[in-house]
């Protein structure tokens, strides 16, 4: 059915949000290279929700239609409030997830978490050796991580390892999901590493070669004929190397909102880094406004404001021209099509992202952390 979007008629057939994603605070234990939280982050940090705040948006998300329930960050448990959310979040009917690097999860917590309602847990792990651990995230908590992991299992929660694949762990997919295996996992989602703030940054030191992706997907299908379906493996492939763009989001504003710790209303995790939109915030409209009504949020929405290749493309409706913070990051315009797509008159740019991950100089330049005082070169065998 036609809508009015500003006043504006518009083919778009507004849906409702199903995932409601809390990135509850961007402050965070961990300084992963690979991170796409905005680089500019502790612009952010200051400011975070209140509890009460959280428990009005989880309200208005739930009424409105959503039904998925993600706590992020940041690290979440570094707020002690999580237990309240959580178990409101239960009492209106979420099913809830908490992503978590473990570090700050005690028995108490997660008993509370329990207790509370909380659906699902998914933990982050690096590699299977305590020098890569360490040295991406530039902490040292492999072993709290393994511990993590036991006590999620005893305490009845379907284990989900998220591991992010990176030049530096790709050559151990194999054994990464053995250690998956021999600590219970359920699902284990292998994510490539996908360019967006601090990974954009560090993008030609983490990126694999096209041969050692092709032997990751090769471990993995190994590894899935031999556990069948005892451990679900999920191996998202990374779009540089891919023909055609993801359809970012499911599509802007179509089923993702996520709401920031400052409380900014955002339909992806880097829109605020796309120039000209201004986001709603939930101390000032409601989710319901933002959702349908806001500019931001009705800007990308459908296929109206494609240009070309993609006005005319008839693979238009499967990728919705791809991922808009993706164009701007990497052509300056915004409503390019994906660079990614070899129909992009960018194509170029990631052709030529592939082959500087190949120069070693650059490969070998020192990784930026989120703290950028701390960048720093890998040396084999280094615990630090
Ligand atoms: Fe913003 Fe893809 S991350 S549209």
């Known amino acids: 059915m036609a809508q009015m979007n500003n006043g504006v008629a518009s083919s778009v057939t507004r849906k409702q949000p199903l995932w409601l994603l809390a990135e509850i605070t961007y402050r965070c234990p961990l300084h992963c290279a690979f991170c796409y939280n905005p680089t500019d982050y502790d612009k952010h940090t200051k400011n975070e929700l209140s509890t009460e705040e959280w428990i009005r948006a989880l309200r208005e998300a739930r009424k409105m239609g959503a039904i998925q329930l993600g706590i992020s960050g940041g690290e979440p448990l570094l707020r002690d409030d999580i237990e309240e959310i959580v178990a409101e979040a239960h009492k209106l009917g979420y099913y809830s997830n908490l992503i978590t690097s473990g570090v700050g999860l005690t028995e108490k917590r997660i008993q509370a ?28 908590t492999f072993e709290l991580k393994k511990k993590v992991a036991a006590m999620i299992k005893d305490h009845g929660y379907p284990m989900v390892l998220n591991v992010v694949i990176h030049r530096y762990n790709i050559g151990h997919v194999d054994k990464i999901l053995e250690m998956a295996e021999a600590l219970g996992a359920d699902y284990v989602e292998l994510a490539n590493t996908q360019y967006y703030g601090w990974s954009l940054v560090n993008r030609s030191q983490l990126m694999p070669t096209r041969e050692q992706l092709a032997e990751a997907e090769r471990m993995t299908n190994a590894f899935r004929e031999r556990v069948g379906n005892k451990m679900k493996v999920f191996f998202v492939v990374p779009d540089y190397f891919a023909d055609r763009p993801k359809k970012c ?70 990728d919705l021209g791809g991922c808009r913070c993706q164009s701007y990051l990497l052509s300056g315009d915004a409503e390019a099509a994906d660079p990614v797509c070899t129909k992009s008159p960018h194509r170029h740019l990631i052709d030529e992202a592939i082959k500087d991950s190949e120069n070693p100089l650059l490969r070998e330049q020192p990784i930026i952390f989120r703290n950028d005082k701390n960048s720093k070169k890998y040396v084999e065998g280094d615990k630090e």
């Open 113 to 140: 978490f329990k207790e509370g309602g909380l659906d699902h847990i998914q933990l982050s792990m690096h590699d299977i050796t305590e020098e890569i651990n360490n040295f991406i995230t530039n902490t040292k």
């Open 249 to 318: 989001m499911n599509g802007w504003g179509e089923v993702f909102m996520i709401v920031t710790a400052n409380g900014d209303v955002l339909p992806c995790h880097s829109a605020r880094a796309l120039p000209g939109l201004t986001f709603p915030n939930v101390r000032e409209h409601g989710l319901e406004w933002a959702w349908n009504e806001s500019p931001a949020f009705n800007k990308y929405r459908g296929m109206d404001w494609l240009k070309e290749p993609c006005r005319s493309c008839d693979e238009k409706e499967k």
